[in-house]
């Protein structure tokens, strides 16, 4: 069975002049303006751009993501992994890693908490596995 993790970040930073962050969490992005959160989507998947593997392809695949927080303040590690989910799985689909993202070819997702960051930015492992096939 192939696999592969990566390590990505839990924000993002926007603007040319004046950098601004922006967490990715559920709670935070659904009080953006439409062209923050396509602004947020896009530069979260030029990140990916530069750390996924271009020579794999999964048909089918499962996800695991484990959350190391930058703080011990209380999150809900859905919030977290939810948006970093939706963003991350639109990149493995728009580099040709996997066909598509439902549930044809993605067969389960995790969410974890892993700890806290001693860097104390905040970031998550992410393991993309092949998965056996399994008609539904």
Known sequence: MKEFTIKMP??????????????????????????????????????????????????NYSLIYELFLPNRLKRDVSNVCSVIDKFFNDALVELGIVPEDNYHYLRQITYKLGGYDEDRKGYVLITVKEEDYEEM
């Open 10 to 59: 839990i924000h993002v930073e926007l603007g040319k002049t004046k950098k601004k962050k922006y967490y990715l969490n559920l709670n935070i992005m659904r009080n953006q303006v439409g062209h923050v959160i396509n602004n947020t989507k896009k530069e979260y998947k030029r990140i990916a751009y530069g750390t996924l593997p271009t020579n794999v392809y999964y048909e």
